[in-house]
């Protein structure tokens, strides 16, 4: 079974500035990974699949990187709606997937 | 685009078997890449897949921990999908997300999500 681990549990940023939140795999997961955010009362939204391409609509201030073991998603100029939880998934170990613990990024 | 809405009750007893449907709209529960999921994340914690099925009983895969409790099912003429969970306990008190999974990948779109409260 793949182990997910996300640092910072929290992270502290001040808006306009930048964020980098990590995902480590305990083993390789190639490039299947995915990043969500989670804002307070909703679901999860995808926004990064294959390590580094965007979803549908996500602004290009969000950017992955990554491959193998580690990951980290990017966020610029940050707004007051990028504040929230962000999880990993890995998609490598098919058909079993497994989330990150979460990463919650707050506001200075 | 695809809308899922989840549904069913919100109070499961002890020992019995909780049972949720997602109602799938914007698109066909038979539309080819996508896979039917079933999520959950205890409250103030992460998510935790619990399996994922297609159609017609052609392909079911489990979470490990979950798979002796755990029944997914499809219904293509309602455009839905079911999950069962039995013997449930507090530790499965969860907000409960179906999700349409692409190839057995990531989640494409999700249910808003309902809270499921395990308790007598």
């Known amino acids: 079974e793949i182990v997910m681990t996300q640092s910072p549990a929290t992270l502290s940023v001040s808006p306009g500035e930048s964020a980098t939140l990590s995902c480590r795999a305990s083993q390789s997961v190639s490039g299947n990974l995915a990043w969500y955010q989670q804002r307070p009362g909703q679901a999860p939204r995808l926004l990064i699949f294959?390590?580094?391409t965007r979803a549908t609509d996500i602004p290009a201030r969000f950017s992955g990187s990554g491959s193998g073991t580690e990951f980290s998603l990017t966020i610029s100029s940050l707004q007051s709606e990028d504040f929230a939880v962000y999880f990993c998934?890995?998609?490598?170990?098919?058909?079993?997937?497994?989330f990150g613990q979460g990463t919650r990024l707050e506001m200075k | 685009q695809l809308q899922l809405q989840e549904s069913g009750p919100g109070l499961v007893k002890p020992s019995e078997t909780l049972s949720l449907v997602c109602s799938v709209s914007?698109?066909?529960?038979?539309?080819?890449?996508?896979?039917w999921a079933w999520i959950r994340q205890p409250p103030g914690k992460g998510l935790e897949w619990i399996g994922s099925t297609i159609p017609e009983g052609r392909s079911t895969y489990y979470n490990s921990s979950l798979e002796s409790r755990v029944t997914t099912s499809v219904d293509t003429s309602k455009n839905e999908f079911s999950l069962k969970l039995a013997s449930v306990t507090a530790a499965d008190t969860a907000v409960y997300f179906c999700?349409?999974?692409?190839?057995?990948?990531?989640?494409?779109?999700w249910g808003q999500g309902i809270l499921v409260t395990v308790s007598s």
């Open positions: 999700a349409a999974q692409y190839n057995w990948n990531y989640f494409l779109y």
């Open positions: 294959r390590a580094s």
């Open positions: 998934q890995e998609y490598n170990d098919w058909p079993r997937v497994t």
């Open positions: 914007g698109g066909s529960i038979t539309k080819r890449s996508y896979y």
